[in-house]
């Protein structure tokens, strides 16, 4: 999808005030309203000036525009990082994950209902004077091995505010949070009063963290499962073998059957993340084949060309 320069569609600079923005989006939004502008394809350009202020009049969703830096130039391809989204606090008004319709894919993908800013629950609002504070959401990543035994756990989030001078700052907040043990991505954990505060002696909203694992050097997750790519030697495969495998709790002695062929995939029952029901934990097998990188391991390569009876290919006839 293409890029988009919110700045430049708006004309102001990366620096603009609240209320330079909100000037410029009422000067273009009479130039291209669609009722009574006559410039060449108004209404396309009164999108995507509506885009643009969509995503700048809002200090979070221009907090979190602002991270991907100013390197990309319009029209330019462009994925959403990896990480994109992670350790940002927003109020959920702002943080809903709606489809704005005539908005762009590259909208949809910051801060639709299928990018990480994907709505929660919004805050209540009590009676009379007295209102309860705002819900606040924020996607954080934990180490799996701290999902597989939880416990106490450090976050630091960054929040969007409006300085006094009227641009956009983020400001760090740092919170301990209990994880608890067996905890899966894509789980939310309710820290209650964290969000903003009540109005009139109303309750202080609520807090939402939605639980991402970071990238596991051996491991992967899915759901309580646990997913481990095993390398064997190919005399392991033939022979078998027991092999010391690394699991969440600690290295296990694995038994490998004889004739195991890659791609296989080898159960160790309730080694996933722990619950009521744990998971499970499944090896695959991959079979590394020695480099022919000595006369002595290319003769033994040559030996077993002439005395093995083998064909790989032989299931194509």
Do not use: C
Not at 31 to 41: G, I, M
Not at 72 to 98: A, C, I, K, L, V
Not at 153 to 172: C, M, N, R, W
């Amino acid at each position: 999808m293409d890029y988009k320069d919110y700045y430049k569609l708006m004309g102001v600079e990366r620096d603009a005030k609240a209320e330079d923005i909100k000037r410029a989006y009422r000067r273009l939004a009479r130039k291209y309203h669609p009722d009574v502008s006559k410039e060449a394809n108004a209404e396309a350009k009164f999108k995507e000036v509506q885009e643009a202020y969509e995503v700048l009049k809002d200090p979070e969703k221009r907090a979190a525009y602002d991270q991907l830096g100013s390197q990309w130039r319009q029209g330019q391809q462009f994925t959403p990082p990896p990480d994109w989204g992670r350790d940002f606090e927003f109020t959920t008004s702002s943080y809903g994950g709606r489809e704005e319709p005539g908005f762009s894919d590259f909208f949809s993908s910051l801060f639709g209902a299928r990018s990480p800013f994907r709505g929660q629950r919004g805050g209540g609002y009590g009676g009379g004077f007295a209102s309860s504070g705002e819900d606040h959401a924020a996607k954080i990543q934990i180490a799996l091995e701290d999902a597989f035994r939880g416990g106490s756990h450090t976050v630091e989030l960054k929040a969007p505010q409006i300085d006094e001078q009227g641009h956009v700052t983020v400001k760090p907040r740092t919170l301990k949070v209990t994880i608890p043990a067996g905890v899966i991505e894509g789980q939310k954990i309710r820290l209650s009063g964290q969000g903003s505060p009540g109005a009139g002696g109303g309750p202080a909203g609520d807090l939402y963290l939605e639980i991402g694992f970071k990238p596991h050097p051996l491991f992967q997750a899915d759901g309580r499962d646990i997913t481990l790519t095993l390398p064997v030697a190919p005399w392991e495969a033939a022979l078998g073998a027991t092999i010391k495998t690394p699991t969440l709790a600690g290295p296990v002695d694995l038994r490998i059957p004889p004739n195991a062929k890659a791609g296989q995939k080898l159960r160790l029952k309730g080694r996933g993340l722990p619950a009521a029901t744990p998971g499970d934990q499944y090896v695959v097998i991959r079979i590394v084949t020695p480099p022919a990188d000595t006369p002595a391991a290319r003769a033994f390569y040559e030996t077993m060309q002439k005395e093995l009876p083998f064909d790989p290919r032989a299931d194509w006839t």
